[in-house]
């Protein structure tokens, strides 16, 4: 009992990562990226690329990808009165033209406050949000107006959501590499990066060996990058997010599972989703779309996942902790396979999160 306390307190999933480690730009090419192999049996590592993942897929495997599309989802605008600057980052629809959102400077914004908003070339813009309500954690309420709908401007008036460590400004090509290649319903404020790495050709040689590929939508918010700050995992409350299974794959995914097949996560929100839906229908997969805010960590089971593609995460994040509850299903050692295979990541100069490189776990 009490190694199980000791496990699950928020400090153990920390590590120490050199600055110059995060990744501030993505590779050249997307499937360039390297790869860190780990066997779940044995705890060994291999060092590829990610053009070579092929090769340990087979035929009859299940790949599930996460098509959700990230929106330009970060605004600049003024406030009514004093013109004093302020960000804006979408986070979540409530209804048409009407968000929750992180707004910065905030907190001086009070309920009523009237903000204006301009493109990217600094045009003026009819486009306007009142602040309708704050909640605790100091998200604002806003309702647009100028615009039947603030998606539909958003190509215009809105930049890339680029994760808070990433220093630099955004350019135009993170349009185009925060996004994955088979992205389709826009609702991701940021991008499921596990995804980033593949290319159209990759999975072109993916099906060619066989492979049955299909995709579930999991749109990523903003929670995915917050730290736990409990001191234990038991007492944190985790985000929820908007997803969608469709029957088709559903059932591609359930005839694989009947006849012992392989089915490959590709990214944690795709093993979110899925996982969340097993758990709710006895570990059987049914179309459905709802909200999910399961929390996975050690030590925890699967239902639907074989095979995991993620990408490096931040320190005490609930991302780490999934993939230490995957990396020893049903039992605590996970944590110390993950921050092992981390630490020799280190060591070879991988390079980390949102731009970085990636891991399969077998």
């Known amino acids: 009992m009490n190694q199980y306390i000791f496990l699950v307190r928020t400090v153990d999933f920390d590590y120490s990562l050199p ?44 790949l599930v990808l996460n098509n959700s599309r990230v929106i330009p989802a970060r605004l600049h605008g003024t406030k009514a009165g004093s013109g004093g600057q302020v960000e804006v980052l979408l986070l979540e629809e409530n209804a048409v033209n009407d968000w929750w959102v992180m707004l910065r400077p905030g907190k001086r914004v ?12 600094c045009h003026p813009a009819e486009v306007s949000g009142r602040v309708v309500e704050k909640n605790p954690e100091g998200h604002c309420r806003l ?39 088979y992205a389709q319903p826009p609702g991701s404020v940021a991008a499921p990066t596990a995804g980033l790495h ?28 917050a730290p736990v700050k409990t001191e234990t995992l038991e007492a944190h409350v985790m985000h929820e997010e ?11 995914i ?36 709802g909200r999910t805010d399961i929390f996975i960590h050690p030590p925890c089971t699967f239902s639907v996942a074989d095979t995991l593609i993620t990408n490096f995460h931040l320190p005490r994040s609930t991302l780490l902790m999934l993939v230490s509850a995957f990396a020893a299903p049903g039992q605590t ?18 390079r980390f999160y949102s731009y970085g490189d990636a891991m399969l776990i077998l």
């Open 198 to 225: 593949f290319t159209g050709t990759l999975l072109e040689e993916i099906r060619a060996r066989g492979v049955q590929v299909c995709f579930l939508t999991l749109h990523v918010g903003m929670g995915t990058f």
């Open 333 to 350: 050692r996970g944590r110390e396979l993950i921050l092992s295979a981390y630490a020799e990541a280190i060591r070879e100069r991988y």
């Open 143 to 181: 309702q647009f107006s100028g615009t039947t709908n603030i998606t539909e401007v958003l190509p215009s008036l809105g930049e890339v959501p680029l994760p808070p460590y990433i220093s630099r400004e955004t350019t135009a090509d993170d349009r185009e590499r925060y996004q994955t290649v």
């Open 254 to 289: 359930n005839e694989a599972k009947e006849a012992h097949r392989r089915v490959i996560a590709v990214g944690t929100t795709s093993l979110r989703a899925l996982e969340s839906v097993a758990a709710a229908n006895g570990g059987r997969l049914v179309e459905c779309c």
């Open 110 to 121: 009070r309920a009523g406050s009237m903000l204006f908003f301009s493109n990217r070339n």
């Open 242 to 252: 908007r997803f969608e299974i469709s029957a088709a794959t559903v059932e591609t």
């Open 19 to 62: 600055p110059e480690l995060v990744a501030q730009s993505p590779v050249p090419q997307r499937d360039q990226a390297r790869l860190l192999v780990l066997s779940r049996a044995d705890g060994r590592t291999a060092h590829r690329a990610f053009h070579q993942l092929p090769e340990y897929l087979s035929a009859g495997d299940v």
